[in-house]
């Protein structure tokens, strides 16, 4: 079978659902649809860290390393919380989409896809590579990690958007954005925190009616490999034309995060915030709603950095006394939003300093 959008058949002997962490039983199924020969034996490893879906790596003899992965319709959190695993499919159309988009190598390739069995296979990021979310929790702040971090979703942006039609077309639905983000992160968090119900209420609204660029939906530093010093993208589940802003206020909330956090690394954190949006804002020069996408990503910041320590995700770093401080924080910002980015990662180093 050849890595080129090839779709996987569902072998006829499955009496139970297939579950890939079952290595046996996708062994099994992957020798049945033609994607390993009879009689070979992969290694098989569940890769950890995801709530939404299921992702086994496979090391064969017989092919390059791929990775398995598959959707899951109730999410591995505490709270409830659900999605329709069809979102996988419009995974595979964003890996095929953002890789015309993006520098080379830097989204991995589409190796199949089983509608029947809500499952794709992608190449697998080579050894050795590391995680960027824990490169930062570590606190290694590499500026040029930064640097393409900004540039790669400067090129999603700023291409998509000049390439319309095509998105819309592509990308239209944002059904799994709003199962997978304004849910549990927006709604969610207005009804734990009333004070914000009002701006939450504003900015979903805004949100909603804002179509131009792709928005990747999940553009953080925990889906992000980093193999010989290059930036690798992964989970483009929730990918959909709307308001790309949402992707800029999300990333930055995960660095201004991880400057409350590790203490000891807080000033290259907070540089690293700073020459994030401004390199981010650089590559969007000329394009017509980049100054109306500032203003609204700043808002975006402000409701992820609340939804992260109160929605259905908290992140899962932050010690008690850190997740009520940047719930204050946040909310007294909601009241009177920075006009600009630069701003607002200022406003939110000096509220640091006084605690």
């Given at each position: 079978m050849s890595d080129s959008n090839a779709k996987a058949g569902s072998p006829g002997n499955c009496e139970r659902p297939l579950d890939i962490e079952r290595h046996q039983d996708l062994l099994a199924y992957l020798?049945?649809?033609?994607?390993?020969?009879p009689g070979d034996e992969p290694v098989m490893r569940t890769l950890a860290?995801?709530?939404?879906?299921?992702?086994?790596?496979?090391?064969?003899?017989a092919r390059p390393a791929f990775v398995v992965k598959q959707a899951l319709g109730k999410l591995r959190v505490a709270a409830e919380w659900y999605a329709?695993?069809?979102?996988?499919?419009?995974?595979?159309?964003?890996?095929?989409?953002?890789?015309?988009?993006?520098?080379?190598?830097?989204?991995?390739?589409?190796?199949?896809?089983d509608r029947a069995q809500r499952l794709i296979g992608m190449t697998a990021v080579p050894e050795p590579h590391e995680n960027w979310k824990e490169m930062l929790l570590a606190g290694h702040v590499d500026p040029d990690h930064v640097r393409q971090?900004?540039?790669?979703?400067?090129?999603?942006?700023?291409?998509?958007?000049?390439?319309?039609?095509?998105?819309?077309?592509?990308?239209?639905?944002?059904e799994y954005f709003e199962s997978l983000r304004l849910e549990p992160y927006y709604r969610y968090s207005a009804r734990q925190v009333p004070d914000a119900a009002a701006f939450y209420a504003g900015l979903i609204e805004e949100t909603l009616a804002t179509r131009v660029a792709i928005t990747h939906g999940d553009y953080s530093p925990k889906n992000i490999l980093i193999h010989g010093g290059r930036l690798v993208l992964l989970d483009h589940e929730v990918a959909h034309f709307g308001d790309p802003a949402f992707d800029?206020?999300?990333?930055?909330?995960?660095?201004?995060?991880?400057?409350?956090?590790?203490?000891?690394?807080?000033?290259?954190?907070?540089?690293?915030?700073?020459?994030?949006?401004?390199r981010y804002l650089a590559c969007l020069q000329g394009v017509s709603w980049r100054e109306a996408l500032e203003q609204r990503a700043v808002r975006h910041a402000?409701?992820?950095?609340?939804?992260?320590?109160?929605?259905?995700?908290?992140?899962?770093?932050?010690?008690?006394?850190?997740?009520?401080?940047?719930?204050?924080?946040?909310?007294?910002?909601?009241?009177?939003?920075?006009?600009?980015l630069g701003e607002l990662v200022g406003v939110f180093a000096e509220e640091l300093s006084c605690r």
């Open positions: 020798r049945g649809a033609g994607i390993l020969p860290g995801g709530v939404s879906n299921r992702t086994v790596l496979v090391t064969s003899a329709d695993p069809e979102r996988i499919h419009r995974e595979a159309r964003a890996m095929e989409y953002l890789g015309a988009l993006a520098p080379e190598g830097a989204i991995t390739r589409l190796v199949f896809e971090f900004a540039e790669l979703l400067g090129a999603i942006h700023a291409r998509s958007g000049a390439d319309a039609v095509l998105a819309r077309g592509e990308f239209a639905g944002c800029v206020g999300f990333s930055l909330t995960h660095l201004l995060s991880k400057a409350l956090h590790v203490t000891a690394h807080r000033g290259e954190m907070l540089e690293a915030a700073r020459a994030y949006v401004a402000l409701g992820c950095l609340l939804a992260r320590v109160a929605g259905r995700s908290p992140l899962e770093y932050l010690t008690p006394g850190e997740r009520r401080a940047q719930a204050e924080i946040a909310l007294a910002l909601m009241a009177r939003p920075p006009a600009r």
